[in-house]
């Protein structure tokens, strides 16, 4: 069951004790750690960018995680290709207003490419705050650019991938986790990346690489890159990630989960900040997480699939707030009004009604009418031209008390996930700071 916890949270220069049911909208959070770097990327070397670097980072404020305006990222859903879109992120918020959105990931080049298209990519709507932009790369001046270019849309927070295993990114475009054996270039690009915007920076990893999977090698990597650069975020997913060819799924699912590595880099970096991800599946195990002392969490895919189970508990069971009390019926009725506004916006019939209904698919999941609706949908992706005449025809397949009910009920998942995780962390990490750096 969900009980009252309190807990410490640490976010960036600031500690408040709060209780998991008691909200906090009078709580009024420091501003974010603003930083000038003014590092020239066209023509620049390596050496020149981080020489640039340290002579010239100024922090113009105390050291925050998060604006003013919001609570921090005690849940985040995490960037997922073809299914954090516009249109996903635009449901998840109809039901949670606290969560911390993020977009997929966006290869600097497209951004730079893409410079007289840049709102397809980049643009939302406000409502959509907080949300984090994830961009990835291997080419310091693209990501100065596209970052720059990236700035009038005002995300909350710029995230550099470096935990993708797919062979497309880390394979053949040498990005993504590959750049994990590669901690010094991974420094210097999170300098140009937070020479080039007002917001806080952060990287999201893996805790390794094939053989390069110590605890000691992952402390190497989080100490160059925090110490080359402005970065003091990082999300740790919580398996290493193997580039012999398998598949991204698989890369989910064999290497193990180490979630003693992730708590002792809390216990060796007291000085970051830390958001957990990999295998948590339900806010009672992102209560589980932040019980024993975790700074953030992070969710993927469960967030996708079961949305109404998972994102419609985050603001009452995570954050203390009072329910919303909309019903899925309220939610479809806004979405609607949302989807219609955007159908054939890019030209060419896209996107379509079946591009913007994706999202709401799982919906229903384990609820009666769920697989009626589903093969309702299929069916009516086929000739609905708008997202009234797709919710007239395939809503009927769901009964009035679903419709109409708001979240309610105890969510499932694993209390003690984290329960004996203290008693397994590794030995603490000393940094030898001369090899650490310039290795």
């Known amino acids: 069951m969900l009980c009252p916890i309190k807990r410490m949270v640490k976010f960036s220069a600031y500690s408040l004790m709060i209780s998991s049911f008691t909200p906090f909208h009078s709580i009024i959070l420091k501003n974010p750690r603003r930083f000038s770097l003014n590092i020239p990327y066209n023509q620049s ?10 002579q010239k980072v100024q922090i113009h404020t105390e050291d925050a995680m998060v604006a003013s305006r919001y609570l921090p990222p005690l849940f985040s859903v995490a960037p997922m290709m073809e299914w954090t879109d516009n249109h996903y992120r635009t449901f998840a918020r109809l039901i949670s207003k606290h969560a911390w959105l993020y977009t997929e990931m966006l290869a ?4 730079v490419y893409q410079k007289g298209n840049l709102d397809r990519f980049l643009a939302y709507s406000p409502e959509q705050h907080p949300i ?32 993708c295993p797919s062979p497309k990114v880390a394979g053949h475009g040498c990005f993504g986790v590959r750049l994990m054996l590669d901690p010094k270039f991974v420094g210097e690009a999170m300098s140009v990346i937070a020479a080039n915007t007002n ?16 605890y000691n090698e ?42 003693e590595y992730y708590y002792a880099l809390l216990r060796d970096f007291p000085d970051l900040k830390f958001t957990i991800n990999g295998g948590i599946n339900s806010v009672v195990e992102v209560n589980a997480a932040l019980r024993e ?27 203390g707030a009072p329910s919303s009390g909309l019903t899925r019926r309220e939610i479809l ?11 054939g916006r890019n030209g060419n019939n896209r996107p379509n009604v079946r591009e913007v209904a994706r999202p709401l698919l799982n919906l229903f999941y384990s609820e ?11 069916y009516a992706f086929q000739h609905c031209t708008t997202m009234k005449s797709f919710f007239e025809e395939t809503l009927v397949a769901i009964p009035d008390s679903v419709l109409d009910s708001p979240i309610a009920g105890v969510p499932s998942g694993r209390e003690d996930l984290f329960a004996n995780v203290h008693d397994l962390l590794p030995s603490p990490y000393h940094a030898r700071e001369e090899e650490a750096l310039y290795a």
């Open 45 to 54: 070397t390596k050496s020149r960018i981080i020489s640039s670097y340290t």
């Open 108 to 111: 600097a080049e497209t951004i």
């Open 132 to 163: 984090v932009l994830q961009i990835g790369g291997s080419n310091l001046e693209n990501l100065a650019k596209a970052t720059e270019l990236a700035t009038p849309y005002h995300y909350d927070e710029i995230n550099f991938n470096c935990g």
């Open 199 to 214: 917001v806080p920076v952060s990287v999201k990893c893996r805790i390794g690489v094939d053989d390069h999977d110590s």
């Open 218 to 259: 992952l402390c190497d990597f989080i100490y160059k890159v925090s110490s080359l650069s402005p970065t003091r975020h990082f999300i740790i997913h919580s398996r290493k990630a193997l580039l012999n060819g398998i598949s991204p799924a698989d890369n989910r699912r064999i290497p193990p989960l180490k979630y």
């Open 293 to 319: 002392g975790a700074h953030g969490v992070m969710v993927g895919r469960a967030a996708y699939q079961y949305p109404w189970q998972t994102l419609g508990h985050v603001d009452t069971a995570i954050y």
């Open 333 to 343: 009725k806004r979405y609607e009004e949302y989807g219609d506004s955007v159908l």
């Open 368 to 378: 009666p009418g769920n697989s009626l609706w589903k093969r309702k949908a299929d």
